[in-house]
């Protein structure tokens, strides 16, 4: 999973960054601004607010007090950098809100994420900036360079955050092109220009709308938002270091320190009934901004909070300024601890585990539309994207809960990343042909959905609707260019024999041809799978298309290496499954074992769990042939008695063959893997 592993959270106004000389220009502008929002929650001109002011603001204005309170900004701002520099964030998670730089008139979203490859903030025109107060002139080194400045945005992480944030109710906007013409606003620069943000951190930029009325969001749907961002990190299971930052507030353009002070109070006793229940009428104009730091406490719970400091900028006799304030929260020395070790326990020896056999894991509901169809004897469209879905009425949070299992199932088994697939025994070829494509496409429609829901984890191979009596397999290539191509999967599934009666064709065969052409033109892999098996001897055996497993698993073997198929497909790379389903007993230079170099084609995964049998195989079609694999969660949950851990816990078994050495584990475990199947590697990186 995701970790957040500390927060930020720093007022921007301009007076942080203009230098003290600028104060009485800020000073200038409160005092012609017309709608100063008093700690009455009503609007009043400087006047008027000048005699509602509490006595003996005169010693706030001296020179000597800005330049301390300004010192002690800079000293906390610096603090804050150190504090970000410190988490080593692979992501910045920003929350801020945008005052019509990104957004105007034509549309002002309430919550809006931003999911493109990366943002761009640039200063007014010449013409434009001139106008601008000389005050704010002064403080634009802090929002926005000389030049255009670009902010790579970590496109995949926001399109799954806006993702879970929709299935938690929230209405988010989302935006994956920046408005043309339009910047990137001063919330969501200045953690780059000021806190220490480097250019090459992603970013996932959450834009609230604090100042527009009416559908400002209340504090309590702020405060929820954040527990929604938090559960969307943590369903990223990627390793991704995420950091939050608030930007904005806290109170302005008059300074409330009793306001101010019962937000800060609250951050750091976790008090979220208070936050929650800050009201709406304080958290207008510039005051507004206490609403970023809302959504983050929401994000950040479970961190300790700290405020590093609390400057009141007073700026005028009438109370005008900024509450400038500086926070921090940093994980428990446990939970550090604790998190190191866990991120520890996912590796071997450091090197991620990638396993090439996995299936998709879905509710037990999900399948009624299998039945239904079957029944009706009729096609029907895949209902995957509905919320609930199919006749089962599966909720997306069903499909969530079923993903999530799958997820901690392979993290107690150290397997940082699985390629899924369809469950053999339920591809059931032997349904009418008619009804094949539309069940094929509803699976890799789950199979996408488990993959997006959690991307640092699981990539998508294909179900293919094979036929097991049409002339050829060319049916089936406009289904795996739609989930190659649409859905980035990076493999398919083929059954020796699908329908389960040995009537279909070996793989050596011409009827494989067209797909053997399409896969080594999409650059994927094919993983040989048996399926069910039909054949009526087999009926005393529980569960017995593990036999067909076996059997058409190891003639798929034989007939691949004795054929001429990598002879015409030279770049194709196929994957046998369950060590190839049983092993030769014939020496190497036996002429019943094929005299070719297979090495750059034909592969086995380590699926078998028989301690001996697997030993033998690995042994037996030589390291440089064997990727990892466990099928977990699947028929391996029996217990090894001399354990007492399941027999698909296979990287300590892998990890205790005293005849493999170091390299050749982690060739096993890594190496092979990420060579035949290059986006596992991607995947965890």
Same mark, same amino acid.
């Given at each position: 999973?995701?970790?957040?592993?500390?927060?930020?959270?720093?007022?921007?106004?301009?007076?942080?960054?203009?230098?003290?000389?600028?104060?009485?220009?800020?000073?200038?502008?409160?005092?012609?601004?017309?709608?100063?929002?008093?700690?009455?929650?009503?609007?009043?001109?400087?006047?008027?607010?000048?005699?509602?002011?509490?006595?003996?603001?005169?010693?706030?204005?001296?020179?000597?007090?800005?330049?301390?309170?300004?010192?002690?900004?800079?000293?906390?701002?610096?603090?804050?950098?150190?504090?970000?520099?410190?988490?080593?964030?692979?992501?910045?998670?920003?929350?801020?809100?945008?005052?019509?730089?990104?957004?105007?008139?034509?549309?002002?979203?309430?919550?809006?994420?931003?999911?493109?490859?990366?943002?761009?903030?640039?200063?007014?025109?010449?013409?434009?900036?001139?106008?601008?107060?000389?005050?704010?002139?002064?403080?634009?080194?802090?929002?926005?360079?000389?030049?255009?400045?670009?902010?790579?945005?970590?496109?995949?992480?926001?399109?799954?955050?806006?993702?879970?944030?929709?299935?938690?109710?929230?209405?988010?906007?989302?935006?994956?092109?920046?408005?043309?013409?339009?910047?990137?606003?001063?919330?969501?620069?200045?953690?780059?220009?000021?806190?220490?943000?480097?250019?090459?951190?992603?970013?996932?930029?959450?834009?609230?709308?604090?100042?527009?009325?009416?559908?400002?969001?209340?504090?309590?749907?702020?405060?929820?938002?954040? !527990?929604?961002?938090?559960?969307?990190?943590?369903? *990223?299971?990627?390793?991704?270091?995420?950091?939050?930052?608030?930007?904005?507030? +806290?109170? #302005?353009?008059?300074?409330?320190?009793?306001?101010?002070?019962?937000?800060?109070?609250?951050?750091?006793?976790?008090?979220?009934?208070?936050?929650?229940?800050?009201?709406?009428?304080?958290?207008?104009? =510039?005051?507004?901004?206490?609403?970023? *730091?809302?959504?983050?406490? =929401?994000? /950040?719970?479970? +961190?300790?909070?700290?405020?590093?400091?609390?400057?009141? =900028?007073?700026?005028?006799?009438?109370?005008?300024?900024?509450?400038?304030?500086?926070?921090? *929260?940093? +994980?428990?020395?446990?939970?550090?601890?604790?998190? /190191?070790?866990?991120?520890?326990?996912?590796?071997?020896?450091?090197?991620?585990?990638?396993?090439?056999?996995?299936?998709?894991?879905?509710?037990?509901?999900?399948?009624?539309?299998?039945?239904?169809?079957?029944?009706?004897?009729?096609?029907?469209?895949?209902?995957?994207?509905?919320?609930?879905?199919?006749?089962?009425?599966?909720?997306?949070?069903?499909?969530?809960?079923?993903?999530?299992?799958?997820?901690?199932?392979?993290?107690?088994?150290?397997?940082?990343?699985?390629?899924?697939?369809?469950?053999?025994?339920?591809?059931?070829?032997?349904?009418?042909?008619?009804?094949?494509?539309? *069940?094929?496409?509803?699976?890799?429609?789950?199979?996408?959905?488990?993959?997006?829901?959690?991307? =640092?984890?699981?990539?998508?191979?294909?179900?293919?609707? !094979?036929?097991?009596?049409?002339?050829?397999?060319?049916?089936?290539?406009?289904?795996?260019?739609?989930?190659?191509?649409?859905?980035?999967?990076?493999?398919?599934?083929?059954?020796?024999?699908?329908?389960?009666?040995?009537?279909?064709?070996?793989?050596?065969?011409?009827?494989?041809?067209?797909?053997?052409?399409?896969?080594?033109?999409?650059?994927?892999?094919?993983?040989?799978?048996?399926?069910?098996?039909?054949?009526?001897?087999?009926?005393?055996?529980?569960?017995?298309? !593990?036999?067909?497993?076996?059997?058409?698993?190891?003639?798929?073997?034989?007939?691949?290496?004795?054929?001429?198929?990598?002879?015409?497909?030279?770049?194709?790379?196929?994957?046998?499954?369950?060590?190839?389903?049983?092993?030769?007993?014939?020496?190497?230079?036996?002429? #019943?074992?094929? !005299?070719?170099?297979?090495?750059?084609?034909?592969?086995?995964?380590?699926?078998?769990?028989?301690?001996?049998?697997?030993?033998?195989?690995?042994?037996?079609?030589?390291?440089?042939?064997?990727?990892?694999?466990?099928?977990?969660?699947?028929?391996?949950?029996?217990?090894?008695?001399?354990?007492?851990?399941?027999?698909?816990?296979?990287?300590?078994?892998?990890?205790?063959?005293?005849?493999?050495?170091?390299?050749?584990?982690?060739?096993?475990?890594?190496?092979?893997?990420?060579?035949?199947?290059?986006?596992?590697?991607?995947?965890?990186?």
């Amino acid at each position: 999973m995701a970790d957040i592993v500390a927060g930020i959270a720093s007022s921007h106004t301009p007076q942080l960054s203009s230098g003290v000389d600028m104060w009485p220009d800020h000073a200038e502008r409160d005092r012609r601004n017309p709608r100063l929002l008093g700690k009455d929650a009503r609007y009043h001109t400087y006047e008027e607010l000048l005699t509602l002011a509490p006595p003996g603001l005169d010693p706030e204005l001296a020179p000597d007090v800005w330049e301390g309170k300004y010192s002690r900004c800079q000293d906390a701002i610096a603090s804050l950098a150190e504090t970000l520099r410190d988490a080593r964030a692979d992501v910045a998670l920003i929350i801020g809100d945008d005052q019509r730089e990104m957004f105007l008139d034509d549309g002002i979203p309430a919550f809006a994420c931003f999911a493109g490859s990366g943002l761009v903030d640039m200063r007014p025109a010449a013409e434009a900036f001139a106008r601008i107060p000389a005050g704010i002139r002064a403080a634009y080194w802090a929002v926005h360079g000389e030049e255009p400045g670009r902010h790579p945005v970590a496109d995949e992480l926001s399109m799954h955050v806006a993702s879970c944030l929709t299935a938690d109710g929230f209405d988010l906007t989302l935006l994956t092109e920046q408005p043309a013409g339009r910047t990137l606003g001063h919330a969501f620069t200045f953690p780059r220009y000021r806190l220490g943000l480097t250019e090459d951190t992603l970013v996932v930029p959450v834009f609230v709308n604090t100042y527009y009325q009416p559908n400002v969001p209340s504090a309590a749907r702020c405060y929820a938002l954040g !527990q929604a961002l938090r559960r969307a990190v943590a369903s *990223w299971d990627s390793g991704t270091r995420v950091a939050v930052v608030a930007s904005g507030g +806290l109170s #302005h353009f008059v300074v409330d320190e009793e306001l101010d002070q019962s937000v800060l109070a609250a951050l750091v006793s976790h008090d979220a009934s208070a936050l929650r229940a800050l009201p709406r009428d304080r958290l207008r104009s =510039g005051n507004s901004e206490i609403l970023n *730091w809302v959504t983050a406490a =929401g994000a /950040l719970e479970g +961190l300790t909070a700290t405020v590093l400091d609390y400057v009141p =900028g007073y700026r005028t006799p009438a109370g005008t300024g900024a509450g400038m304030a500086f926070a921090r *929260w940093l +994980l428990s020395a446990d939970r550090r601890t604790r998190l /190191l070790a866990e991120r520890e326990r996912l590796l071997y020896n450091g090197v991620p585990v990638l396993d090439v056999h996995g299936h998709v894991s879905v509710p037990f509901g999900a399948n009624s539309f299998l039945m239904l169809m079957m029944g009706s004897n009729t096609p029907m469209p895949s209902p995957v994207g509905e919320d609930p879905a199919g006749p089962g009425r599966v909720t997306i949070e069903d499909f969530r809960a079923a993903a999530a299992g799958h997820a901690r199932y392979m993290d107690e088994r150290n397997i940082d990343v699985q390629v899924i697939g369809p469950r053999p025994f339920l591809t059931m070829g032997w349904m009418e042909p008619h009804l094949l494509p539309a *069940w094929a496409r509803y699976v890799n429609d789950m199979i996408h959905q488990q993959c997006e829901m959690f991307p =640092g984890r699981f990539l998508g191979a294909a179900m293919l609707p !094979q036929d097991s009596a049409a002339p050829d397999l060319s049916g089936c290539l406009d289904e795996l260019d739609r989930v190659v191509r649409e859905y980035g999967f990076v493999a398919a599934y083929v059954s020796p024999d699908p329908a389960g009666r040995r009537t279909t064709p070996g793989m050596h065969e011409p009827y494989w041809f067209p797909l053997y052409a399409r896969a080594q033109e999409l650059g994927i892999p094919l993983i040989v799978h048996g399926t069910n098996s039909l054949d009526p001897r087999y009926r005393v055996v529980p569960h017995n298309y !593990q036999l067909g497993f076996m059997t058409e698993q190891y003639l798929a073997g034989q007939f691949l290496s004795h054929g001429d198929v990598f002879t015409r497909y030279p770049e194709l790379q196929v994957i046998v499954c369950h060590c190839g389903g049983a092993l030769d007993r014939f020496i190497p230079t036996d002429h #019943h074992i094929a !005299q070719k170099d297979l090495t750059k084609n034909l592969f086995y995964d380590t699926c078998g769990y028989d301690l001996n049998f697997l030993e033998a195989a690995i042994k037996q079609r030589g390291v440089g042939r064997m990727l990892f694999g466990t099928e977990a969660p699947g028929s391996g949950r029996a217990v090894r008695p001399e354990t007492g851990r399941t027999s698909d816990d296979l990287v300590p078994v892998i990890g205790e063959f005293g005849f493999l050495s170091e390299a050749d584990k982690i060739a096993i475990f890594n190496e092979n893997p990420a060579r035949v199947i290059p986006a596992l590697a991607k995947a965890h990186g």
